[in-house]
């Protein structure tokens, strides 16, 4: 399976400070399709995981745009410029280029 | 509205079955590929199941192959879960999601909580 690793696992963050969180995968997530099949949720406590981007930087409808999804190959990066209280919570890499389709360990982003 | 919700889960025997099912409703169903994730604190997310939207094609993640079946009925707008021989590692909150894009799983129920112990 591939394995999606994290980093960093917790992310203590002011408000209105930039964060960014890596996601790295065992193996190549680019498709011979040419698409690479990598995306980001957001999860808050008590609610389930929504996504914010998929194909590494397609933005979902109403995810601000001070979010933003880069990479390519096994290097992937969500980067928020600047942080919102709205927006602690844990964060998923997720791959679905390989089965089985695996995930990351998540990231907390918590506001300090 | 754009909705998915789950039911069926329980606290049930290792050993035992239990079937999960989940409602959609406001989006095209029958054109969507559907999937069964589970959440855990000690496994975290995991992808279980997934099926094609004329449910001719399956795909089992190792840890539940042969032991569970994901299927569907597009004139209910349901999909479903069936599973035997349930471990305690089994326990977890279990999610339906529609899959439009190789895992870009856009619209999640609000789960259903399956507990396996004696």
């Known amino acids: 399976d591939v394995v999606m690793t994290q980093s960093p696992l917790s992310l203590p963050v002011t408000l209105g400070q930039p964060a960014s969180i890596s996601c790295r995968s065992s193996?190549?997530?680019?498709?011979?399709?040419?698409?690479?099949?990598l995306t980001w949720f957001h999860q808050r406590p008590g609610q389930s995981p929504r996504r914010l981007f998929y194909r590494v930087s397609k933005r979902d409808s109403g995810v601000p745009d001070r979010f933003s999804g880069s990479g390519s190959d096994t290097d992937f990066t969500l980067t928020i410029n600047r942080v919102e209280a709205e927006d602690a919570g844990i964060y998923y890499c997720m791959q679905g280029t390989h089965w089985p389709r695996t995930f990351g360990q998540g990231t907390k982003l918590e506001i300090k | 509205e754009v909705k998915l919700v789950e039911s069926g889960g329980d606290v049930v025997q290792p050993g035992g079955s239990l079937r999960l099912s989940c409602a959609a409703s406001?989006?095209?169903?029958?054109?969507?590929?559907m999937a069964w994730l589970r959440q855990s604190p000690g496994r975290g997310l995991e992808c279980l199941a997934t099926l094609n939207p004329d449910g001719s094609a399956t795909g089992y993640v190792d840890s539940v192959k042969g032991r569970f079946t994901i299927s569907r009925d597009n004139a209910k707008n349901s999909v479903f879960l069936q599973m035997v021989s349930l471990r305690a590692d089994d326990t977890a909150l279990y999610y339906c999601v529609r899959d439009p894009d190789w895992g870009a799983f856009d619209i999640w129920g609000q789960g259903t909580m399956v507990t396996v112990s004696s």
């Open positions: 193996q190549s997530l680019a498709y011979k399709d040419g698409n690479t099949y």
């Open positions: 406001g989006f095209a169903f029958s054109a969507s590929w």
